[in-house]
């Protein structure tokens, strides 16, 4: 047993660790237990009779919480960590007698003692425990978590890339998932395109992945649009979204949306495959001019159709625009959340025959008629004759 002691005001305050039992004991005759976890932690399942309130609400007014300094207090975490950190808090503002439970509610459990569910709504509930391993990431945590629940994401293309991006974003908990494809689930699709099924060949793509994504999270709202990005709905398809994946298999729509999204201020998250490699990046550079490129900082000029066949010339190995899709959705979430180092400035390459990534450094282009600082946007045009088509 730890006893942590000090004085104030000719008053002995002290931190006492009492096992499980023992705080059961304290606790039927009267001394309260502050189960100081979040709200997620404790939907698996608590300490009967205690309190919860989490570590952060205590540390930033005890007295709120427990008005009486001078009478005795238990607490109880997961392990038994965060329980000692809130008793030297309170120790610090003037509480008297405290204690903290030796391996927390885990030991509680295992010594058979009393656990109870507290009461929360359905929603609460399905919140708590569809996203319980991200909620455990302190970079994420409730408030992350929300942030991707208010979050919207356009993914252009319901293919290769798209599907894998849709399915792991859908399942992280992004709220609005705005998908844009015209096309329809052929037979060909499905070595690649998973958000598709057998028995949808001959329906549209986006009502495919719409029945797919709400099967795997009713709580994102999937908004399907079987349209084909072009100039004269790109902004509206932009319009409040927070990201945008490319998921298109065509130089013309890549080209224009790096230009609308510089012009409207949004990250594109970039990804291209063939054969068996690919690539992926972020371009930036309508919010972070002269400091981040755009995809016309990297390719001023499209190549000749002949040398950049598609996947339906040159083929794809099916799991290639697998990994490229996940590695999108992953930068759309690190986006999302302000989380880590983007790939702005930097293009990834795959190579799934010798597994191997290398990564090549971008820099913005000071003469780019799109996002140069202080450039004017020139205007759509004709992005199919651009780009040979």
């Not at 790939?343 to 990564?359: I, K, Q, V």
Request: proline share 6%; net charge neutral; glycine share 10%.
């Amino acid at each position: 047993m730890q006893v942590i002691r000090k004085a104030r005001n000719n008053q002995a305050m002290s931190i006492i660790e009492i096992t499980p039992a023992q705080a059961r004991e304290q606790q039927l005759r009267g001394t309260p237990l502050v189960d100081v976890r979040e709200d997620h932690e404790r939907a698996g399942g608590q300490a009967e009779g205690a309190r919860g309130i989490a570590l952060a609400e205590l540390e930033a007014n005890p007295a709120l919480h427990l008005p009486d300094s001078a009478s005795a207090v238990m607490l109880i975490c997961e392990g038994g960590g965060r329980s000692l950190r809130a008793a030297q808090a309170l120790l610090d503002a003037g509480y008297l007698q405290l204690y903290s439970v030796i391996g927390g509610t885990t030991r509680w459990r295992d010594d058979g003692l009393p656990v109870v569910l507290p009461p929360q709504s359905a929603a609460q509930a399905d919140f708590n425990d569809r996203y319980s391993r991200q909620l455990r990431l302190p970079e994420i945590g409730v408030d992350g978590q929300r942030r991707l629940q208010a979050a919207r994401v356009l993914i252009v293309g319901a293919g290769g890339l798209g599907s894998p991006a849709a399915l792991y974003l859908a399942a992280a908990g992004i709220g609005h998932l705005r998908i844009a494809d015209d096309d329809v689930v052929e037979r060909s699709n499905l070595q690649r395109q998973v958000l598709h099924a057998d028995a949808r060949i001959g329906a549209a793509k986006v009502a495919s992945a719409q029945a797919t994504l709400r099967g795997l999270n009713p709580g994102t709202r999937v908004e399907a649009v079987q349209k084909r990005v072009d100039a004269s709905n790109v902004e509206r398809l932009l319009q409040g979204v927070d990201v945008v994946i490319d998921g298109a298999d065509n130089f013309a729509a890549r080209y224009l949306l790096n230009d609308a999204c510089v012009k409207l201020g949004k990250p594109l998250v970039y990804g291209a495959v063939q054969r068996f490699e690919g690539q992926v990046s972020v371009f930036d550079a309508g919010r972070q001019r002269g400091q981040a490129p755009c995809y016309r900082c990297l390719f001023p000029q499209p190549p000749a159709p002949q040398d950049a066949p598609n996947c339906a010339e040159a083929g794809v190995l099916g799991v290639v625009p697998g990994v490229i899709g996940l590695l999108q959705a992953t930068e759309a979430i690190k986006l999302l959340l302000t989380l880590g180092e983007s790939l702005a400035g930097r293009l990834l390459h795959f190579d799934a025959l010798s597994m191997r990534f290398r990564e090549t450094r971008l820099q913005p282009d000071p003469d780019c008629v799109i996002c140069a600082p202080g450039a004017v946007f020139p205007g759509y045009i004709d992005y199919a004759q651009f780009c040979g088509g």
